[in-house]
């Protein structure tokens, strides 16, 4: 869920940015067609405030010392981007998006920038199903993939890379997991 500010942008993308153009919001009729257009396999550019790495540095190093770049453009996948409310100024917006999306970039696609962030889910993880009084242990943390004990010396070369892991799998070794999916984990 965002929050998108139609009356500016800025040069990060968010409200941490200096204001470097303002302009009249559009009307709910034009938004819900700027809407319709972002809607699906997208290519924006990613925002200059940014981890991605341009020329060996990260962006947003670059864009703090005031160097201007011209950033990349990503195909991004947009499964569902939908107001919740609308003043006229800011749009909330439940957005639903693909690995590797930029909310921000999305933001200024519409004019604006984004005041506020809220992910709500990832991959099989919501929001409301979290329980502060529950922390599970690691090992116990994906229940959907399937466990796969292994000994002390493959728990080592999991970690060492010398044995690389099935995909969707948790290997455990004792209580610990020691990787997902071929990714090691300790």
Same mark, same amino acid.
């Given at each position: 869920? $965002?929050?998108?500010?139609?009356?500016?942008?800025?040069? $990060?993308?968010?409200?941490?940015?200096? *204001?470097?153009?303002?302009?009249?919001?559009?009307?709910?009729? #034009?938004?819900?067609?700027?809407? #319709?257009?972002?809607?699906? #396999?997208?290519?924006? !550019?990613?925002?200059?405030?940014?981890?991605?790495?341009?020329?060996?540095?990260?962006?947003?190093?670059?864009?703090?010392?005031?160097?201007? *770049? +011209?950033? !990349?453009?990503?195909?991004?996948?947009?499964?569902?981007?939908?107001?919740?409310?609308?003043?006229?100024?800011? &749009? $909330?917006?439940?957005?639903?998006?693909?690995?590797? =999306?930029?909310?921000? &970039?999305?933001?200024?696609?519409?004019?604006?920038?984004?005041? @506020?962030?809220?992910?709500?889910?990832?991959?099989?993880?919501? *929001? %409301?199903?979290?329980? !502060?009084?529950?922390?599970?242990?690691?090992?116990?943390?994906?229940?959907?993939?399937?466990?796969?004990? *292994? =000994? %002390?010396?493959?728990?080592?070369?999991?970690? @060492?890379?010398?044995?690389?892991? %099935?995909?969707?799998?948790?290997?455990?070794?004792?209580? +610990?997991?020691?990787?997902?999916?071929?990714?090691?984990? &300790?």
């Amino acid at each position: 869920m $965002t929050d998108i500010d139609l009356a500016s942008r800025t040069s $990060t993308g968010d409200p941490e940015g200096e *204001v470097v153009g303002e302009q009249e919001p559009p009307a709910r009729e #034009e938004l819900a067609a700027r809407l #319709e257009g972002l809607r699906g #396999e997208v290519e924006l !550019p990613i925002p200059a405030a940014s981890a991605v790495k341009v020329g060996g540095e990260r962006a947003y190093r670059l864009a703090r010392r005031g160097v201007q *770049v +011209e950033m !990349p453009l990503r195909r991004m996948r947009v499964h569902a981007l939908n107001v919740i409310t609308y003043n006229g100024q800011v &749009a $909330t917006l439940d957005v639903h998006v693909g690995s590797g =999306t930029y909310v921000r &970039a999305i933001a200024d696609a519409l004019g604006g920038h984004c005041r @506020t962030l809220r992910r709500t889910k990832v991959g099989p993880f919501r *929001v %409301e199903d979290a329980d !502060p009084e529950r922390i599970l242990p690691p090992a116990e943390a994906l229940p959907f993939l399937p466990a796969v004990a *292994v =000994t %002390e010396e493959e728990a080592r070369r999991l970690r @060492t890379g010398q044995q690389r892991g %099935e995909e969707g799998v948790r290997y455990i070794q004792g209580d +610990e997991l020691v990787a997902v999916g071929g990714t090691v984990l &300790a």
